[in-house]
């Protein structure tokens, strides 16, 4: 169990035990030494509990302390607490210092817990007469009804005087030590005599010893033996391999000379000799009589079996070039058709030059101005001159097309890709092709012994997630010259399941996606899994809106629960379009031309969220029952936590955030919120671990939630 600074502890057993009080005479205790009221070592203790106490001398009538005071808390002499004073801010103690304290020990009870109280004006420390029973997740008094230590602090029955035996004014009588001993100094006694030898320069416990028959005061001397040397009387070089190697040198001073690696002291190779001349080099002679040390680069038989020969294989797998006369054969052409807006696509054939220059050749009207991939992306500079990390098309990557108008790229001399291909899959989202010219649907298309791996599959405007083995929602089929985002709970070496058996359950016309709205590179999914319930037709449309701009549309059919929301991408189509923490607003078009607005507890957009959400016709769904704080989460957190407020009537509102003590300490919202529900958070970021309350307040009512900071 990790150790908190604070946290929500009950009070379980209390041991009043009147003992006699002892006081010291002292400095400040270094009880505290980052100044931060909390047990140094807590980190040490697996349990904890609380004390809010004032110290007395009338009773509890009025408190003692005063600014700069501390209590400590101890177990058998072990610091297990500290306090420091803090100002009261309101009820009957008002004004008045009191301490706040979290204790801390390794056993959950059972431990007796004694308090020192320092009184800074005195420069005293007084041991309390009051010992508790510690008991985890204990709570004792708070800041209206504080524990209350009581002493009289001109009451001792302690002589004061040094108590310390080896002092030379040592005090039989004393029974509580002030501070006043008084001691000799080193190597002497109290009565001022040398205790150990004199050094040769007649210093009492001095350094000083004899060298060559001189005093060297210091006592110190080099590893030459030279008084207060420095070394340089036998510097050298102690290498015994240096080509310079000293004997009679003691000290090494860094002038060691080595031979080069593979010769001796003399310059004489030690190696053989390659066919370069170099000692101990690996170059030699190929078959072609070409000497180098370049493996990678030795000469090599051509499919024309000649030794160096530059014949190849081409794309037919015929051995043309070199010495064969023949040219290689020609490959197809290839037509990508494009829409407006944003387009996932990826490549079932490619050139054998993959570059992006080749690849967007023909788009010289400039209607593509930008393609990103998962994680580069290339910009249209104009005149079709394109710059970014994108420079390449990969046979297994899907990649955003942007088209400020309908198109088509015309890609010449294009070869089909293996449908074999093998695609190293990372947790998270991924963004792949489809490599067949093809369409089959889902579940021919994804062997069954990867369907565990899958949280979803994305395309333009469509998705399938994973429910107990089967796939849901508006993406049945995937078709070449598409691109996906497989949604992995696990990292996969992935091929997709394209075999004779399964061409066997090809579609011949894919179905087509209706939509009303631009398709935007960001995109988030809502599943309305009520839909069966809002009086919705076939052929009838789900539309989702965001202040006015249409982000999203769906065409309803059976089986489909699931719209596609756009987000802003940062081009000029996407203008009004999603951005994080927007909420959309979704409506029913009815075939009649009627529209009818929905009404839900609805997500905020995140791009590429799957968001699952009721929506009604009416908004007599979604009140709030109740006025409360709900949904607080994470808690404990560091450094932001988020929370909930429903409301079911429209009232002004109050929202703060108080410490332990009950002070404000920020406020998050001040003025009228409607019936609903709204969503807060608060950035403890400059507040210290503890505990805090979130506070709301209407003029007749008010509520609180504890959370837990912990850094």
């Known amino acids: 169990m990790s150790i908190q600074k604070s946290k929500n502890i009950f009070l379980k057993f209390l041991i009043l035990l009147i003992i006699p009080m002892n006081i010291i005479l002292c400095d400040p205790p270094n009880w505290d030494e980052n100044g931060d009221g909390v047990l140094d070592n807590y980190n040490d203790y697996e349990f904890n509990g609380s004390i809010t106490a004032m110290i007395s001398s009338d009773e509890g009538s009025t408190s003692y302390a005063s600014e700069g005071d501390m209590i400590a808390v101890f177990v058998l002499g072990e610091q297990r607490g500290v306090g420091l004073t803090s100002l009261v801010p309101f009820g009957p103690y008002q004004g008045t210092y009191q301490f706040q304290m979290?204790?801390?020990s390794n056993q959950s009870s059972g431990e007796t817990l004694a308090f020192q109280y320092y009184d800074q004006s005195t420069s005293i420390i007084y041991d309390l007469s009051?010992?508790?029973?510690?008991?985890?997740?204990?709570?004792?008094?708070?800041?209206?009804?504080?524990?209350?230590?009581?002493?009289?602090?001109?009451?001792?029955?302690?002589v004061y005087g040094c108590t310390d035996m080896t002092a030379c004014n040592y005090n039989t009588e004393a029974t509580s030590n002030d501070g006043s001993c008084e001691y000799p100094s080193e190597n002497y006694n109290c009565e001022g005599d040398c205790i150990v030898n004199m050094d040769c320069s007649g210093i009492c416990g001095g350094p000083g010893i004899v060298i060559e028959d001189e005093c060297c005061i210091s006592g110190i001397t080099d590893i030459c033996g030279v008084c207060d040397g420095d070394n340089s009387t036998c510097l050298g070089c102690t290498d015994e391999d240096a080509c310079n190697y000293d004997s009679s040198a003691l000290a090494n001073d860094d002038s060691c000379v080595y031979p080069e690696t593979d010769y001796d002291c003399d310059g004489d190779c030690l190696l053989i000799l390659d066919c370069l001349g170099e000692c101990g080099g690996v170059?030699?002679?190929?078959?072609?009589?070409i000497c180098d040390s370049d493996l990678e680069n030795d000469c090599m038989q051509?499919?024309?079996g000649d030794w160096g020969g530059i014949a190849y294989l081409d794309n037919c797998n015929e051995c043309v070039g070199g010495n064969t006369n023949d040219e290689a054969c020609l490959g197809n052409n290839y037509i990508l058709p494009l829409h407006v807006g944003s387009n996932l696509v990826s490549f079932y054939s490619m050139p054998i030059d993959n570059s992006l220059d080749y690849f967007l050749s023909s788009n010289t009207n400039d209607y593509i101005y930008a393609v990103y991939g998962l994680t580069n992306s290339a910009i249209n500079l104009g005149d079709n001159l394109w710059q970014g990390s994108l420079d390449m098309f990969i046979d297994t990557e899907g990649y955003w097309f942007k088209s400020i108008n309908t198109t088509e790229i015309q890609i010449e001399n294009v070869w089909e890709v293996p449908n074999d291909l093998i695609y190293n899959l990372s947790s998270g989202a991924n963004l792949v092709s489809f490599p067949e010219d093809i369409t089959l649907p889902l579940e021919n298309a994804i062997s069954d012994i990867y369907i565990s791996n899958f949280d979803a599959i994305i395309g333009e405007s469509l998705i399938a997630i994973q429910s107990d083995g089967n796939w849901v929602g508006s993406l049945e089929e995937l078709s070449g010259g598409n691109a996906y985002y497989f949604i992995l709970n696990s990292a996969l070496e992935f091929t997709y399941t394209i075999d004779s058996l399964s061409l066997q359950n090809q579609i011949n016309i894919p179905n087509e996606v209706n939509k009303l709205h631009v398709q935007s590179s960001l995109q988030s999914f809502y599943f309305i899994d009520n839909i069966e319930l809002l009086n919705i037709e076939q052929g009838d449309w789900i539309l989702a809106y965001n202040n006015g701009t249409l982000v999203g549309s769906r065409r309803w059919s059976d089986n489909i629960k699931d719209i596609a929301v756009m987000g802003n991408?940062?081009?000029?189509?996407?203008?009004?379009?999603?951005?994080?923490?927007d909420t959309p607003k979704f409506k029913i078009l009815k075939k009649t031309g009627e529209y009818i607005d929905l009404y839900g507890d609805i997500p905020s957009w995140d791009n590429l969220e799957i968001n699952f959400i009721n929506l009604f016709t009416d908004n007599s769904g979604i009140i709030p029952l109740d006025f409360k704080i709900s949904n607080i989460y994470p808690n404990p957190f560091n450094p932001i936590t988020n929370f909930n407020l429903e409301l079911h009537t429209r009232e002004f509102i109050k929202i703060s955030i108080y410490d332990l003590n009950g002070k404000l300490i920020d406020s998050l919202f001040n003025g009228y919120l409607d019936k609903g529900m709204h969503s807060y958070s608060w950035d403890a970021s400059s507040f210290t671990s503890g505990i805090y309350f979130i506070s709301a307040n209407t003029p007749e009512r008010s509520i609180s939630q504890k959370i837990t900071l912990i850094k």
């Open 102 to 104: 979290m204790m801390y």
């Open 130 to 158: 009051q010992t508790l029973e510690f008991t985890t997740n204990m709570i004792e008094g708070s800041a209206t009804e504080p524990f209350i230590f009581i002493f009289d602090p001109n009451t001792s029955d302690d």
């Open 283 to 289: 170059a030699e002679y190929d078959q072609c009589d």
């Open 302 to 304: 051509d499919c024309n």
């Open 569 to 581: 991408d940062g081009s000029d189509y996407s203008i009004g379009f999603c951005n994080n923490d």
